[in-house]
């Protein structure tokens, strides 16, 4: 897709060259995209397994009716920490933090972001809001509000809900200034010929995901210095018994964490987009339509908020309204299932490991979305709410959606990142085995939440034991799948195969272009793009 006369014949690669500094320096002191793409991915790696062993305490708990792992006030701690680990730590800055740090810049023929240094800030403050959030586990007990902080009873509680929330506000910044970085990256540094619809389709979905960031997450913020008010200082905008009201906390929280759900899933579209056509060998069908969609998604996302709160007292305009406007939103995300499926429609699929997660990951999703839309409607969200049957939901959509494109982005740029391949066969053994676990896992969940098992309870009746069991276990087994694929993953990075070959698989964009692994500065010299990228013929 382009022409590029860079030399490479003595070059160092990113992991060589370490700006004269010693051991961890090399890493913390650092400013180049691909380096803080990767402290990300460490940082990750470690609040994902806590937050992964709290989620199997859960599942061990309610291996059976009655009391077997904790009480309680153990499993509203367990349950919250775990959700404030998952969603904050892990599923918001999970994909732009790791792959957009690292192959946004390469992708649009760039040296580095446009602030590298902000970028290396963002990644402390990152670290410095995880670390808040484990502080809130010691003390006087764990947060037990459940990862929404819902007022009045997050200004009631006894339990340590501030140190976990200002974890949550601290993360908001980290979060705006990777928003802010890649947009100014996107819009002045693309190389030469790079027009707006030659970019890659990963790189959209960062700049619709950028804007989310940037316009929503300021709200979150401010809504949870509020809550930090209304604790400290009894204020009173949330505490009905000063004259306010507690749903004007429900709004403001998810006035922000709908579209949340929005950075979360759009950079996981973006991945998918990029790994169906490499495998198919096709050119992707509709390039204009998954733009459009992907914009639509960033602008509709804002308008239903309200979704989450049909059972807690709106007028029946509203309620209509965001139920008509939920559904209106599930088009675009259609939309771009169908561009994937026409794009694999006759083409010369390879099914390689990152196809394997592409391809389970649009079977999941189309799950997830489908009974999104069972909780759009006002009928049959009544209900379901606050049953196991969210729970199902939104862990096949944020799970199943980020997790899986994860894994799949993971595999699919592995060489390009370390210069080293993997176990293929392990690889696969891995993903069957995640697979057959998530849907053992979360699929009874479905079936239980539609039987009246209501979430966040220790407990269950007698009647609910039999789908449990089998849940529990599909835990055990994705759990297993994980540390396959993990171990696997970090055997390879250290010791696998070295490689220097550029572009394994065959694909179109700029990142097939630079050496295996990629220089400090990615290029000698700014290539200049000519065809639009995707183009197999
Ligand atoms: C990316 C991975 C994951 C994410 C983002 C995630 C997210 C969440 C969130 C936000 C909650 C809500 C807690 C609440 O009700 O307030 C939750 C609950 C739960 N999660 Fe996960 N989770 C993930 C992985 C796991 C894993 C690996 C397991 C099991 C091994 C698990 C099991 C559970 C269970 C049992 C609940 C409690 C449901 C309830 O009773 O309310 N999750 N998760
Ligand atoms: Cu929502």
Do not use: C
């Amino acid at each position: 897709m382009s022409s590029n006369t860079t030399d490479y014949t003595a070059y160092k690669s990113y992991l060589e060259e370490d700006g004269g500094r010693k051991g961890i320096f090399k890493w913390i002191l650092s400013t180049d995209h691909k380096r803080i793409g990767l402290l990300y991915l460490y940082a990750m790696m470690g609040w994902f397994i806590v937050g992964v062993v709290l989620g199997l305490l859960m599942k061990l708990e309610l291996i059976a009716p009655g009391k077997t792992l904790m009480g309680p006030q153990s499993y509203n701690a367990t349950f919250t920490v775990h959700g404030v680990i998952m969603i904050f730590l892990i599923v918001i800055p999970g994909l732009p933090a790791v792959f957009g740090n690292f192959f946004l810049p390469i992708q649009i023929g760039a040296k580095d972001v446009a602030f590298p240094r902000l970028n290396l800030f963002s990644w402390y403050i990152y670290v410095l809001g995880g670390i808040l959030v484990i502080i809130s586990l010691f003390g006087n007990g764990a947060p037990d509000t459940g990862w929404t902080f819902y007022a009045p009873y997050s200004f009631k509680t006894g339990t340590n809900m501030l140190p976990a929330a200002l974890g949550a506000f601290v993360l908001g910044f980290s979060s705006i200034l990777t928003g802010l970085n890649f947009i100014v990256t996107i819009h002045r540094m693309r190389a030469p010929g790079m027009s707006w619809f030659k970019m890659p389709l990963f790189i959209w979905t960062l700049y619709g995901t950028g804007w989310i960031q940037l316009l929503a997450t300021p709200i979150v913020g401010i809504t949870l210095l509020m809550v930090a008010g209304e604790r400290i200082l009894g204020i009173g905008f949330f505490d009905p018994a000063k004259g306010g009201d507690p749903l004007l906390y429900q709004h403001l929280f998810w006035i922000y964490s709908h579209p949340a759900v929005y950075i979360m899933i759009l950079p996981a579209m973006g991945v998918i987009s990029e790994i169906i056509p490499t495998f198919s060998k096709k050119t992707i069908f509709g390039y204009r339509a998954i733009v459009f969609s992907t914009l639509a998604i960033a602008f509709v996302g804002y308008f239903v908020w309200g979704h989450h709160m049909f059972t807690s007292g709106m007028s029946g305009t509203a309620l209509w309204a965001f139920s008509l406007l939920t559904f209106i939103v599930a088009i675009p995300s259609a939309i771009k299932v169908f561009n994937w499926i026409s794009t694999m429609h006759q083409g010369s699929i390879s099914v390689e490991v990152p196809f394997l997660w592409a391809a389970s990951f649009i079977f999941i999703f189309m799950i997830g979305g489908l009974t999104g839309l069972v909780l759009g409607s006002l009928a049959t969200n009544v209900h379901v709410h606050d049953t196991a049957f969210v729970v199902a939901h939104f862990h096949f959509i944020v799970f199943g959606g980020v997790g899986f494109a994860f894994f799949g982005a993971m595999h699919y740029w592995f060489s390009k990142i370390f210069g080293r391949v993997y176990d293929k066969s392990w690889a696969k053994t891995g993903w069957i085995t995640f697979f057959i676990g998530f849907v053992s896992l979360y699929g009874p969940m479905f079936y239980l939440g539609i039987k009246g098992m209501p979430r966040r309870y220790f407990d269950y009746l007698e009647e609910f034991h039999g789908p449990n069991i089998i849940s529990s276990f599909g835990a055990l087994v994705m759990i297993a799948g994980f540390v396959i694929i993990l171990i696997n993953l970090i055997k390879s990075a250290r010791h696998g195969e070295k490689t220097t070959e550029m572009n394994p698989w065959g694909g179109t964009n700029l990142e097939w272009q630079v050496p295996t692994p990629p220089p400090l500065e990615n290029f000698d010299e700014i290539p200049v793009i000519e065809k639009a990228t995707y183009k197999y013929d």
